[in-house]
């Protein structure tokens, strides 16, 4: 296909980076520049798939949510990434990309079942593959659903966009001293307890050795040179 380091990903992407600087909801600029970064990356040879998070939708409405019983919630969290999924479409389809939403919760009217070999014929007709509903299964958080879409669709790495550029021993935000890890282990990211994917998520791409690599999706270009194989990020593998 290409030169490219990995040329069949998933790409992980919070609801709330979509949210931009908000406190909640969707930033149309903020998905337009995602979507350039992965039209870029599609244009170099990459067949992307994506999970989308919901909490930039379902952190409006959690204060509500707060006392309800936990299998409701979270499939409310599971549609609010649904309306994640649409929006990441139709910015995708304005830079020319063919793009298919599949969702583990069955919504005919609005996109397709997830189906593993539906899927995957998209992959290879270049089409950009939007996994929504999670895994269709309450208590299992979106982390794990990219842990698991990543296996069935056979991609060479699960990459994690966030707001920051990589992974570090405590939040960079709030503490002006906080060390970057290079490279960790998955075992140092379940020892060190740091928040890369929950430890489900984590244990299942160890035990499939696929590796995972956390960088800053808000950095132009940033995308392109995680699949070029550019030292961008935290990588998160198995140890020698």
Known sequence: MSNLRFSQVLLKIS????????????????????????????????????????????????????????????????????????????????????TRVMSAITMQEVCEPYIRRRALRHLEKGRVVICAAGTGNPYFTTDTAAALRAMELKTEAILKGTKVDGVYDKDPVKHADAVKFDELTYMDVLGKRLRVMDATAITLAMDNNLPIVVFNMFTPGNLTRVLAGEPVGTVVKGGE
Do not use: C, H, W
Request: glycine letters at 14%; charged letters at 15%; zero cysteines.
């Open 15 to 98: 609801g709330e980076a979509l949210a931009g600087g908000r406190p909640f909801g969707i930033d149309n600029q903020t998905i337009t520049n995602f979507a350039r970064e992965i039209a870029q990356a599609a244009a170099a040879g990459a067949r992307i798939s994506l999970v989308i998070g919901g909490g930039n939708i379902f952190r409006g409405v959690s204060d509500q949510a707060a006392g309800m019983d936990r299998a409701s919630a979270d499939y409310m969290g599971m549609l609010a990434t649904v309306l994640n999924a649409l929006a990441v479409q139709e910015a995708l389809e304005k830079q020319g990309m063919s």
